[in-house]
């Protein structure tokens, strides 16, 4: 329910302001303390109704409009506070002694008295429209309405899925004949486990229909199968439909209906413990649900077998514990059964398109992201309209607000609402948020967080930074496979998109709050002018085209978000009045042509990100250093290095204690000090820098320098460290550094050096590493003993400058939870085996492949060892005294042993020479492994 979801942006900051401005000496201003006190017991009066309100699956229009005036009316209250704050506060950040601070006191007393009267005329408005609000909410008696949504349930959208008949089915071949294949494994052996396959995957994937089908292909192999549907029922309910669906006698079920669940468990693993079973549960929506179910099935040495489907990754982890059990990840289908399923549904077959619709279609298909509820729900709506462009042009623009009104969709929208539903408010609210990217967009997780952060959707939790409670949000959303491509609907006044014929800026109800300008024309120009701005939080431009006719942006002068990220010929614009932004929390100038700052943007106090990332920006003004505030300054990527581009360091940065982390500054441009105020900033989490000019005086002292401010920042809180040069830096002085963060995550080396062995610092006493990228001359098996003991290595990138002939073995027991190993694929060619054990997680390989070296083993590399592997790239390097024909058996070989993967990972071999080539180390033909089932069509 957006609405809702959309109230608890609003009111969360709200409240949280309203308790600490009590508790300021603001809140005890005569006649204020008591007029904030009752909007605050209002408000939260308020907010425990729409909670309430948040619990029902399809509320009424009178429910859903009384929410959007609650939710108005906390956006009105917060922007009244804030310029309250804002007026009562010092005017300034800069100490005055003397007649001019006696003056200004003066003055701003007097603004004090006329702010005061001013505010109180506007909480006096407030309190009416508080009033009218409270009497509106009962005229409509919406208490009586608010029931819960699981005390009556529609039909299950997902009981067509357990129906279908298998000529319907596309896609789906594959993945369900080779986990029958699994399931079935040890039907004939003497170990007799009960195995659990678990499905995970977001809302529509499929994972029902292929619960079903891999049950449909097995279960005669079984004395007894069952499939219940969880959803959100009771665990009492899911085990009487177990029991109804097994063989039993009549007077074992006597009384079922007064069991309680101790005695429903007991019973379903007394009737099933000398029984081969087969149970699928699908939709397990919880691991403390899963503890529960897991309890009633015995592990009897029969072989039996569970099923288990969830949207929620770790619920799908819960489920497989044991050796014997597995997860499989669904998904989306690929381009070509995308098409098949789409057409089949629309038309019969892809041939019976008409040409003049195969360009919408391949759109809505884009649209649609591979799922396949979405492809049915879609092709079926289209079937029952004309096959006019026009008609399918105007479904395919309204996908998104689609899903509420036509019955065609009430599937699609209801399997969307089961995860929407059991999202909690906050992670409604950021999951929303996402709209106002545009379509396709590639977000940016530090970006988004830090976004959610500014709109004031963060909250601290539990000893948690807000910035870790947005990560945790942001990770939470990904784990429930909420985080998917999809159209979400721009009803709820949360965002107003305009722009490429989207403009809902016109009959509005509400005040616009968030506003994304995707393109600006002369029409759209006179629709802006014409609007109160004056209301706007967040505003994102992403247009390119007369962006010098965007409003001035002193109208927005609520701003907390400002993105231009991306907006070429922003130095057309005019900047002037960005200092009168009192409220802005987060500025983005990120990918634009802009050479210098604007100037108010010294007077912004309240900034906490400030991103000029891919900018030209090289010098920023001395007066940054006041934004104390400030926690994120981006600077320029090192991809802009051979533009001379970096940012000099500004002196006076260690007053800048909030800063969490430094990108894209250049040390050796910047002054000593400012190199040695760097030890300052004790909160530091991330620092991306720039180191050149090897081999002078001046690189040596600010070597030194740098090395001065990490062994002070060894005792504080860094995780992130990334050195980039275009000179061959050794970065040997690293090897004093010390005290070592105990927090070191991530280590980045990206010169042109490259180390004769292995940093005495980078040792298995480096517990929380995850992710190191380094340049060695050569490896040895030593090197690679050193890294695999690193226990928390998750990422591991290495460039060798020479070849590496002889044969080096990664043993048994090394890298215990590396997931990527990558090679430089550039760098020369490395001859490698997997023993059997190591890397037991490792999900990524890519790595170059001398062939003349390793032709003596038959082309062994051992990916057979590697359990969990699912990407695997290989380059060929043919040079020196390979054969053709060596070539092809190297690949073949390959190729040979990926395919008796259990895993079935996806492979691509590079450098494969096609019969008749000539010999050379640049072909580049690929040969791709995929995991879909589309060996028919290719």
């Known amino acids: 329910m957006e609405v ?22 603001c809140g005890r201003l005569k006649g204020v303390r008591r007029e904030i006190r009752s909007l605050k017991s209002e408000l939260t009066s308020m907010q425990a109704a729409v909670q309430k309100y948040s619990t029902l699956q399809d509320p009424d229009f009178q429910a859903k409009a009384w929410i959007s005036l609650v939710r ?16 009562l506060g010092d005017g300034g950040h800069q100490s005055r002694s003397g007649f001019k601070e006696l003056f200004l006191k003066t003055i701003r007393g007097l603004k004090t008295l006329r702010s005061r009267r001013g505010i109180a005329s506007q909480i006096d408005d407030l309190k009416v429209r508080v009033k009218e609000v409270k009497e509106l909410k009962n005229s409509y008696k919406l208490d009586g309405t608010a029931r819960s949504t699981f005390e009556h349930s529609a039909v299950d959208p997902r009981l067509s899925a357990l129906f279908v008949e298998e000529t319907h089915l596309v896609g789906i071949d594959g993945p369900r ?19 659990v396959l678990s499905i995970v995957g977001f809302g529509g994937l499929g994972k029902t229909t292929l619960a079903k089908e891999v049950c449909h292909k097995i279960q005669g192999h079984f004395d007894c199968h069952a499939f219940v549907s969880v959803s959100q029922q009771s665990v009492k309910k899911i085990m009487k439909d177990v029991i109804s669906q097994v063989p039993c006698k009549k007077d074992f079920i006597e009384d079922i209906d007064i069991w309680d669940e101790k005695k429903f468990i007991g019973k379903l693993r007394e009737l099933l413990q000398d029984k081969r079973y087969l149970i699928v549960i699908d939709d397990i929506w919880s691991i403390a649900a899963w503890d529960t179910i897991k309890c009633a099935f015995p592990e009897n040495k029969f072989s039996s077998r569970i099923i288990a489907t969830t949207r929620i990754v770790d619920v799908a982890r819960s489920c497989c514990l044991g050796g014997n059990d597995r997860m499989y990840e669904m998904e989306a289908l690929s381009d070509v059964h995308s098409k098949k399923l789409f057409f089949k549904r629309t038309f019969g077959s892809e041939d019976s398109c008409p040409e003049g619709l195969k360009q919408v279609s391949n759109e809505i298909l884009k649209k649609c992201g591979g799922l396949p509820l ?3 729900s879609i092709s079926s709506l289209l079937a029952n309209k004309p096959s006019l462009k026009d008609e399918w042009e105007k479904v395919r623009r309204s996908i998104g607000s689609a899903l509420d009104k036509n019955r065609s969709l009430e599937g699609m929208n209801s399997i969307l609402c089961l995860s929407y539903n059991d999202l909690p408010p906050n992670l409604k609210t950021c999951l929303i948020y996402l709209s106002i990217f545009p379509e396709d967009y590639v977000i940016e997780r530090e970006t988004l967080v830090r976004r959610w952060i500014a709109e004031g959707f963060i909250s601290e939790e539990r000893g948690l930074s807000k910035q870790e409670v947005a990560e945790n949000h942001f990770y939470e959303l990904i784990n429930k ?13 949360l965002i107003s998109v305009v722009g490429h014929g989207q403009t809902d800026l016109v009959n509005r109800n509400g005040a616009i ?25 967040s505003l994102r431009v992403i247009t390119s085209s007369c962006i010098k006719h965007l409003p001035s942006l002193v109208k927005f002068e ?27 929390k987060y500025l983005s100038l990120r990918g634009t042509y802009m050479s210098e700052i604007p100037s108010g943007i010294v007077r912004l106090y309240d900034l906490e990100t400030l991103d000029l990332t891919s900018t030209y920006i090289k010098v920023l003004p001395s007066r940054i250093v006041q934004l104390t505030k400030l926690q994120y300054l981006l600077g320029t990527f090192h991809s802009f290095a051979s533009l001379d581009g970096h940012i000099k360091i500004p002196d006076g940065i260690g007053n800048m204690s909030n800063l969490r982390v430094i990108t894209g500054f250049n040390i050796t441009k910047s002054s000593l000090g400012a190199a040695a105020e760097l030890g300052n900033l004790t909160s530091l989490n991330e620092l991306h820098l720039q180191l050149d000019g090897r081999g002078s005086e001046k690189y040596k002292r600010h070597e030194e320098m740098l090395l001065f401010s990490l062994c002070k920042l060894g005792s504080c809180k860094l995780q992130s460290l990334s050195i980039v040069s275009r000179d061959p830096t050794p970065l040997q002085f690293l090897d004093s550094w010390s005290p070592l963060p105990s927090s070191l995550q991530r280590f980045q080396m990206t010169t042109n ?8 610092w980078i040792t298995p006493a480096l517990a929380s590493v995850a992710y190191l990228n380094i340049n060695l001359v050569k490896a040895t098996e030593e090197d690679l003993g050193v890294l695999g003991e690193i226990p928390a290595l998750i990422s591991l990138l290495l460039t060798f400058e020479t070849d590496q002939e002889e044969r080096l073995t990664i043993r048994g027991h090394g890298f215990p939870c590396l997931k990527e190993l990558y090679i430089y694929r550039n760098s020369r060619a490395i001859n490698l085996l997997f023993e059997e054990g190591a890397l037991p997680k490792l999900e990524k390989l890519d790595l170059p492949f001398l062939v003349s070296w390793a032709k003596s083993n038959g082309f062994y590399l051992g990916i057979s060892h590697l359990p969990c592997l699912k990407h695997a790239t290989i380059t060929l390097v043919a040079y020196g005294c390979a054969s053709s024909s060596e070539n092809r058996a190297a690949a073949a070989a390959i190729r040979n042993e990926a395919n008796a993967h259990s895993n079935d990972p996806r492979l691509i071999i590079r450098g494969e020479m096609e019969e008749g080539e000539e010999d050379s180390d640049t072909n580049e033909e690929e040969f791709e492994k995929e995991n879909d089932t589309n060996e028919e069509e290719s």
């Not at 496979?481 to 006044?493: F, I, K």
């Not at 709050?513 to 609007?531: A, F, G, P, T």
């Not at 609520?558 to 009192?582: A, H, P, S």
Request: glycine share 6%; aromatic share 8%; hydrophobic share 40%.
């Open 72 to 87: 108005e009316l906390a956006y009105d209250t917060e922007d009244v506070i804030d310029k309250f704050i804002h007026q």
């Open 558 to 584: 609520t701003l907390r978000v400002l993105d231009f990220e991306g907006c070429q010929g922003l130095e057309e614009y005019d900047m002037n009045g960005i200092d009168k932004l009192f409220q802005l």
């Open 374 to 376: 979405a492809i049915i």
């Open 753 to 760: 050096y490259y180390l004769p062995k292995i940093p005495n």
């Open 481 to 493: 496979s909420m985080v998917q491509p999809v159209d979400v609907g721009y009803d709820d006044n």
């Open 4 to 25: 809702v979801s959309a109230f608890h942006g609003a009111l969360g900051p709200l409240l949280g302001k309203l308790t600490a401005l009590l508790a300021d000496e």
């Open 177 to 195: 004949d080779h986990l029958v294949t699994w399931m079935m494994e040890e039907e004939n052996s003497s170990a007799k486990h009960r195995r």
């Open 513 to 537: 709050r968030r506003l994304s300008v995707q393109h600006i024309d002369q029409q759209l120009v006179s629709v802006l002018e014409n609007q109160d701005l004056s209301h706007v939080r």
